[in-house]
């Protein structure tokens, strides 16, 4: 009989929660910076870097947090799924 720790199916699906979570910081985080350059761009002036720095965080953070998220939600049904003997 194979323990929680054994089955190679809950490890690979722990390092997608882990991976998931990471992507889920990091594009939470580049929201963030974005956020902050825009409140900078209107404090001083906008300038084309601030500009640029703004899209690239917007578009980089939108293309890491979309798959966490969709990702992060697959394991917690694939747990719950689990959890109540329910495949």
Sequence with gaps: MTTTLDDPIIVKR???ASVTSA???????????ATALLAYGFWQEFSTGIEVGIIVCLVVGSVILAPSIVFSYAVKAADRADRNNDW
Excluded: A, E, N, S
Excluded at 23 to 33: A, C, I, Q, S
């Design 23 to 33: 992507g889920k910081r990091l594009g939470y985080g580049l929201y963030l910076v």
């Design 14 to 16: 722990r390092k997608i």
